[in-house]
T-cell receptor, first 111, second 113 residues
């Protein structure tokens, strides 16, 4: 079993739709969590950190469920420009130097 | 502007040659990382360094080597021992600590001819 698992998709949604991605992690000692966005043939860019209480940034909402060991990303009112691959990242905290990346979920927003 | 730079953007190499990829950051970050990404796949950690003059192997270190002589610089050498080096190589840095948000350079695409 992978340490961090994501549904690879692809998710194909129309503009304006709401879409949610989940990411599960196996290490219960994990301390911090992030969502990154990666466009085709580009580097990953930090989208948002995920806080214990959940957090929102415009159309994006991230949530953490420690009991079930998953994090989620909700995108409301999808735009064409949201089309990308979304990477889930988990830090164990026991070794500050190492993060574990999921393989990513691909989203395509269509007109 | 603060950031991470990688050079070159594209690199072509003949089989049997060593090649060195550059990574520089001016974010004053302690930690630096090298990842490899193959088409349609996720990032795999090659090496990471939490402090100058110290580095650790990641999940796929075989055939690669690194050095960390300066805080700002973390070059990666892809040696001839790496069996399938064609890939997208990404360098990242972070301030370290448990929270550890990483910031990436633009990457180097290496192709072995």
């Amino acid at each position: 079993r992978k340490e961090v698992e994501q549904d690879p998709g692809p998710f194909n949604v129309p503009e304006g739709a709401t879409v949610a991605f989940n990411c599960t992690y196996s290490n219960s000692a994990s301390q911090s969590f992030f969502w990154y966005r990666q466009d085709c043939r580009k580097e990953p860019k930090l989208l948002m950190s995920v806080y214990s209480s959940g957090n929102e940034d415009g159309r994006f909402t991230a949530q953490l469920n420690r009991a079930s060991q998953y994090i989620s990303l909700l995108i409301r009112d999808s735009k064409l420009s949201d089309s990308a691959t979304y990477l889930c990242v988990v830090n164990a905290g026991t070794n500050a130097g190492k993060s574990t990346f999921g393989d990513g979920t691909t989203l395509t927003v269509k007109p | 502007d603060g950031g991470i730079t990688q050079s070159p953007k594209y690199l072509f190499r003949k089989e049997g040659q060593n090649v060195t990829l550059s990574c520089e950051q001016n974010l004053n970050h302690d930690a630096m990382y090298w990842y490899r990404q193959d088409p349609g796949q996720g990032l795999r950690l090659i090496y990471y360094s939490q402090i100058v003059n110290d580095f650790q192997k990641g999940d796929i270190a075989e055939g690669y080597s690194v050095s960390r002589e300066k805080k700002e610089s973390f070059p990666l050498t892809v040696t001839s021992a790496q069996k399938n080096p064609t890939a997208f190589y990404l360098c990242a840095s972070s301030s370290g600590g448990d929270y550890n948000e990483q910031f990436f350079g633009p990457g180097t695409r290496l192709t072995v001819l």
